[in-house]
């Protein structure tokens, strides 16, 4: 059964980052879709960063040119990069191993 656990969040002021990891149990993780989600108070969860297992991303409008998904598939591990947070960018992060398991979520907070 796969697992994965989220880390890094935390409370920032705008402007400034924050990286999370993701590190997922279980085999053959270099070929799966690795995806960001994240749910803000009273909204739908939403799609933030999505990579395909030939490290192909795509990200959501209101992140393009701050947020960065990566992944060391050694570590079992993904990441995403936040830069220049916005208040906006307050929520729970989930990472997703698409079809397969979900994170415990990781909560961002931007506010000064």
């Known amino acids: 059964q796969v697992q994965l656990v989220e880390s890094g969040g935390g409370l920032v002021q705008p402007g400034g980052s924050l990286r999370l990891s993701c590190v997922a149990t279980?085999?053959?993780?270099?070929?799966?879709?690795m995806a960001w989600h994240r749910q803000a108070p009273g909204k739908q969860r939403e799609l933030v960063a999505r990579?395909?297992?030939?490290?192909?991303?795509r990200y959501v409008d209101s992140v393009k040119g701050r947020f960065t998904m990566s992944r060391d598939n050694a570590k079992k591990t993904t990441y995403l990069q936040m830069n220049n947070l916005k208040p906006e960018d307050t929520a729970v992060y989930y990472c997703?191993?698409?079809?397969?398991?979900w994170g415990q979520g990781t909560q961002v907070t931007v506010s000064s």
């Open positions: 997703h191993q698409e079809n397969v398991a």
């Open positions: 990579m395909t297992g030939d490290d192909t991303v």
């Open positions: 279980g085999k053959f993780f270099g070929i799966y879709t």
